[in-house]
């Protein structure tokens, strides 16, 4: 018996490693050799290729394709629709299955509703994307961005809201306390 549930139209293909207490939803494919971690959510008409890596009590809202060659670190949110790619250079007359590119998106990072990922970047821990962003660079731990090409307009807290630094370069998320330093263009939570 399995200790995930997968509705009865999900298609689960062989050699797949599903977390504890996972739910997969209508019309979704996982493909071989997958690992998806515990207490995740696969929404509908999601498709996981070979190979990507999900970490535990990831969310991956309805019409997400995640291709080869993504990992995602645990608490991360993949809002509806939005779009990973894995090669740099498509073209349907040529093959380019050895060419993948790597995807990070580290913990607790979100990524809002239509955006998209273009393939070999790194998307920071707690960083925001913004619905319809297009992502062409690194994304820095913390960042808030918008937009097509995405810029960073801001810092989110892990609690999700957004930062604002006093002259000291230190910041308190008004709705849980949490206290955070900005040096450097880096963040580091406080105690």
């Known amino acids: ?41 696969i929404g509908q008409n999601v498709v996981i290729s070979p190979n990507v890596v999900l970490g535990k009590n990831v969310k991956v809202q309805n019409n997400v394709s995640i291709y080869s060659g993504v990992v995602c670190e645990d608490d991360v949110f993949l809002g509806p629709s939005m779009v990973f790619t894995n090669v740099i250079n498509p073209r349907s007359a040529i093959v380019r299955r050895g060419e993948y590119s790597q995807t990070l998106v580290k913990k607790g990072a979100s990524i809002g509703a239509n955006a998209t990922i273009v393939c070999g970047n790194e998307i920071g821990e707690y960083a925001f994307i913004g619905a319809g962003a297009v992502v ?53 939570k406080l105690l």
Request: proline letters at 3%; glycine letters at 8%.
């Open 1 to 41: 018996m399995e200790d995930y549930f997968a509705h009865t139209t999900a298609v689960i293909d062989e050699g797949c490693d599903i977390g504890k207490g996972t739910k997969i939803w209508h019309f979704s494919h996982i493909m071989p050799n997958s690992k998806i971690g515990e207490n995740c959510n």
């Open 136 to 188: 062409t660079k690194q994304v820095l731990p913390y960042a808030l961005v918008v937009g097509n090409p995405s810029k960073q307009i801001g810092w989110i807290s892990e609690y999700g809201h957004r930062l604002d630094f006093d002259e000291n370069n230190i910041a308190t998320c008004k709705e849980s306390s949490e206290k955070y330093k900005l040096s450097n263009n880096k963040i580091t």
